[in-house]
C-alpha cells in the first residue's frame, strides 16, 4: 500500500500533463477552425483570442513538467501568464460581440471594454517583466508557481469582475432571444462559460502557502485532474454554440463539418500525443529502441484512426441527417456522376478516335447545336482540321439533308470532303427529331461506302456520343438552374440566421437589409451583369439595367455628370479591371484569358469567331469561359457592393471604364440608347 501511495504523485502528474495536453490541441484545433470557416464573424474572433490564450496557458503548463531549474520554471510560468492577464479581456469583448448580435446598443460597455483592454495589457507587462503582480519562483516539482506580488489581489478582482460582467453580458443575450433554438444557443454558451476562465486562473499563487506537505500536493492534483477534465467537455460545448454564429449555411452542414473536423483533427491528435508519451513506459517493458516505438505506435494510430473514420461515415451520417439522408444521398450521387467539361471532351475524344480507327481515316469532329449555331466540343487530327471544318458556313443545310437519310448510321451525307451523322436526341420519334449536334470524319471516298460491320458498330457510336451531348445539355440546364438559385439559396440562409430578438424602436434591425435589398441578391443578378455588359456601349439592357439600384452606382454618379447609365458602366469597367492581372497584357498565358474575353468581347466589341482565333481556344471553349468571366465579374460587383470602405477608392477610370477607350469608341454606340 505504501508503495502505491509512493507512486500516486507521479501517476495523477503525469495524467494532469497529458490532459494538459489534450487541452492544449483541443484549444489550437478550435482555433484553427473558427478561424477558418467563421472569421468573417466578431463572435468567432473574439472566441478564437479566448481560445489563444486557452492555448498558451495549458502549453506553459505542459512545458514546466520537462524544465530542470528554476529559473527556466520562472520563464515559463510568467509566459503562462501573458494568456492568463489577457484572458478578462478576451471574455468581456466576446461577450459583448454575443450581445450585439441581439442588436443591442451598447456605448457604455465599449468603453469598459477599453478599460479592460488596457488593464489586461498592462497586467501582462508587469507579470512578464515585473514583480508587481507575481514575484518570485516557488520550485517544488510537480507544483510550481509564483509567488503573489501587491498586485495580485487587486488583479484577481478584476479578473472575477470581468468574468461576472461577461457572463452578464450573455445572460442578458439569451433573455432578448425570442426563438428557442436561439435560446438553446445561448443556454450551451451560458453552461461552457465559465470554464476557459475556471481553468486557467492561477490559485496557487494566492493558496499555495496554504499547501506544505505532500498530501497537499496529492489533493492539488486531483483537483487539477477533475477541473481540468470539465474543461475539456465544457470547451468543446463552447465552440460548438460559437460555430453557428454568422454562417449562412445549414445547421446540417455546421454540424457535419464539425463532427468529421474535430474526429479527423484533434482526436487524432490527441491519441497520438497521448501514445507518444506512453512510448517510455512501453519501451522499458518491450526493451526495443524508442524511436522504433514511437515509429510504429504513431504510424497505427494515425492510419487505424483514418479506417475508422471512413467505416464510421456512414453512422455519423444517420446521427447527423437523420430524415434528410434520402435527400443528402441524392446530392452526393449527382456530385458523383456529374460530368465536367474535361470529362465529356475526353469521352468525345475517345469516341473519335476509335471512329477513325474503325474507318482508317485521319481526322473527325463532334460539335454540339447552341440555338441557331453549332459548337465544336472535340477535334481529332491534323493541326489543321479545326479550320478546316471552321472553314465550313454550310453545316446547317448539311444536317437539314442528312435528316432526310433512312438509315442515318449506314448512310451519312458526304459534305465538303467530311462524311456527316447527325446526332439525334435519343429517343426521339421520326417525327420529331431534335437535333443535338453533328459528327464528322474526313471522307474515306467520295460516296460513302460502309460494310456491314461497320455500319453495325458506327450506329452504336453515334448513339453513344449523341446521349452524352444530350447529357451534357441536361446538365448544363442543372448548372443554369443551380446558378439562379443558389443567391436565393444563400438570401433564405440570410433570413433564416436573423434571429428575432426584443429590440427598441429606436434600434436598427438586422432584417432592415433584408427587408430593402441590394441587387445582388436576386437570383437573376448574374443574368442582369451577363445583359448589361452584352450592352456596354449603350443600349436598352444597360440604360433599364435593375444594377442601376446598386448602392456602388449610386455613389459613382457624381463622377458620371449625374448619369446613372454611365455610372453602371463606370462600375462595370472598374470591376473588369479589377480582374486584370499584373503585368504587361498577353494573349496566351492562362492568367490574363478571362480578362481577355472580357476586353475584346464587351469592352471591342469583337466577334467570336475573331476572339477564339486570337486566343487560340475553340468557340465552344470560349461560351464556357466567358460565362465563367462573367460571373467573376458578378462576383466582383457583389465585393464591390459589401465593401465598408470608402467606394471613391475603387472608382479609378481604367482601360474599359470612362478614359480614352470611351474616345474610340463613341462612334460604336447603339443608337437605342447613347448614354
Not at 507575481?134 to 469582475?161: C, D, H, K, N, T
Not at 459548337?375 to 489543321?384: H, K, N, T, Y
Not at 442515318?408 to 470532303?417: T, V
Not at 474515306?444 to 461506302?449: I, K, Y
Amino acid at each position: 500500500m505504501d508503495g502505491f501511495w509512493s507512486l500516486l504523485p507521479a501517476l495523477l502528474d503525469f495524467l494532469n500533463v497529458a490532459l494538459s495536453s489534450v487541452l492544449v490541441i483541443l484549444a489550437f484545433s478550435l482555433l484553427a477552425y473558427t478561424l477558418t470557416y467563421n472569421f468573417r464573424d466578431s463572435v468567432a474572433r473574439w472566441f478564437a483570442l479566448l481560445l489563444a490564450c486557452v492555448a498558451l496557458s495549458y502549453a506553459a503548463e505542459v512545458a514546466l513538467d520537462r524544465v530542470l531549474s528554476a529559473a527556466s520554471a520562472a520563464r515559463w510560468l510568467r509566459l503562462q501568464w501573458l494568456g492568463i492577464a489577457m484572458l478578462p479581456a478576451a471574455y468581456y469583448l466576446f461577450s459583448l460581440a454575443v450581445l450585439r448580435t441581439t442588436n443591442y446598443r451598447m456605448s457604455r460597455r465599449r468603453w469598459i471594454a477599453a478599460v479592460g483592454v488596457v488593464l489586461s495589457f498592462l497586467s501582462a507587462a508587469s507579470a512578464l517583466f515585473g514583480d508587481q503582480i507575481v514575484g518570485e519562483v516557488v520550485y517544488r516539482p510537480p507544483i510550481s508557481y509564483l509567488q503573489p506580488g501587491p498586485l495580485f489581489w487587486p488583479f484577481a478582482a478584476y479578473f472575477v469582475a470581468a468574468l461576472g460582467l461577461s457572463f452578464a453580458n450573455v445572460w442578458k443575450a439569451r433573455a432578448r432571444c425570442l426563438t428557442d433554438a436561439s435560446r438553446q444557443r445561448m443556454t450551451h454558451l451560458l453552461i461552457a462559460f465559465g470554464a476557459p476562465a475556471v481553468g486557467i486562473f492561477p490559485y496557487l499563487i494566492g493558496f499555495g502557502r496554504f499547501a506544505p506537505d505532500d498530501q497537499s500536493g496529492v489533493l492539488i492534483l486531483v483537483a487539477a485532474l477533475m477541473v481540468n477534465s470539465a474543461v475539456a467537455v465544457l470547451l468543446v460545448l463552447m465552440a460548438y454554440a460559437v460555430a453557428y454564429f454568422g454562417v449562412l449555411t445549414p445547421d446540417r452542414v455546421v454540424r457535419y463539418r464539425l463532427i468529421r473536423f474535430f474526429f479527423r483533427g484533434p482526436v487524432v491528435a490527441i491519441v497520438v500525443i497521448l501514445a507518444v508519451q506512453t512510448v517510455p513506459r512501453i519501451e522499458r517493458l518491450l526493451g526495443l529502441p524508442r524511436d522504433i516505438v514511437l515509429f510504429s505506435v504513431i504510424t497505427g494510430v494515425i492510419v487505424l484512426s483514418q479506417l475508422i473514420l471512413s467505416v464510421t461515415k456512414t453512422l455519423v451520417d444517420r446521427l447527423v441527417y437523420r430524415e434528410d439522408r434520402d435527400e443528402i444521398a441524392w446530392l452526393r450521387e449527382l456530385d458523383r456522376r456529374l460530368l465536367a467539361t474535361s470529362d465529356v471532351r475526353q469521352f468525345l475524344e475517345n469516341n473519335l478516335a476509335a471512329l477513325c480507327e474503325l474507318l482508317r481515316v485521319p481526322s473527325g469532329f463532334v460539335a454540339a447545336t447552341a440555338g441557331p449555331d453549332l459548337m465544336l466540343e472535340a477535334v481529332i487530327g491534323p493541326a489543321d482540321t479545326r479550320e478546316a471544318v471552321i472553314a465550313v458556313d454550310d453545316w446547317g443545310e448539311a444536317l437539314t439533308e442528312a435528316l432526310k437519310q433512312e438509315d442515318i448510321a449506314a448512310h451519312p451525307l458526304s459534305h465538303r470532303g467530311f462524311w456527316v451523322w447527325p446526332l439525334l436526341e435519343p429517343g426521339s420519334e421520326n417525327g420529331e427529331r431534335r437535333v443535338v449536334g453533328i459528327l464528322g470524319v474526313k471522307a474515306r471516298t467520295e460516296t460513302p461506302l460502309l460494310t456491314q460491320d461497320e455500319a453495325a458498330v458506327l450506329d452504336r457510336m453515334v448513339a453513344s456520343v449523341a446521349r452524352a451531348l444530350m447529357d451534357r445539355q441536361l446538365q448544363q440546364r442543372v448548372f443554369e438552374a443551380l446558378r439562379r438559385i443558389i443567391p436565393d439559396i444563400e438570401r433564405i440562409q440570410q433570413m433564416r440566421n436573423v434571429v428575432p430578438y426584443q429590440t427598441h424602436e429606436s434600434d436598427e434591425s438586422p432584417t432592415s437589409a433584408l427587408l430593402n435589398p441590394s441587387p445582388i441578391h436576386s437570383p437573376e443578378f448574374e443574368v442582369w451583369v451577363k445583359d448589361a455588359l452584352s450592352h456596354y456601349w449603350g443600349g436598352p439592357k444597360l440604360t433599364r439595367s435593375p444594377l442601376v439600384h446598386l448602392r456602388v452606382v449610386g455613389e459613382a454618379i457624381d463622377r458620371a455628370n449625374g448619369n446613372p447609365t454611365k455610372a453602371l458602366r463606370l462600375v462595370l469597367g472598374t470591376a473588369i479591371e479589377r480582374l486584370r492581372p499584373d503585368g504587361r497584357q498577353s494573349l496566351s498565358t492562362p492568367e490574363w484569358l478571362l480578362y481577355n474575353i472580357l476586353e475584346m468581347r464587351f469592352i471591342q466589341g469583337r466577334k467570336v469567331r475573331e476572339i477564339a482565333d486570337r486566343l487560340a481556344i475553340s468557340e465552344s471553349d470560349l461560351y464556357r469561359k466567358q460565362r465563367v468571366a462573367i460571373g467573376q465579374v458578378a462576383r466582383v460587383l457583389t465585393e464591390m457592393e459589401q465593401s465598408n470602405g470608402d467606394l471613391f477608392d475603387w472608382i479609378d477610370p481604367a482601360p474599359g471604364a470612362l478614359n480614352g477607350s470611351e474616345a474610340k469608341r463613341v462612334k460604336e454606340e447603339s443608337p437605342t440608347g447613347s448614354s
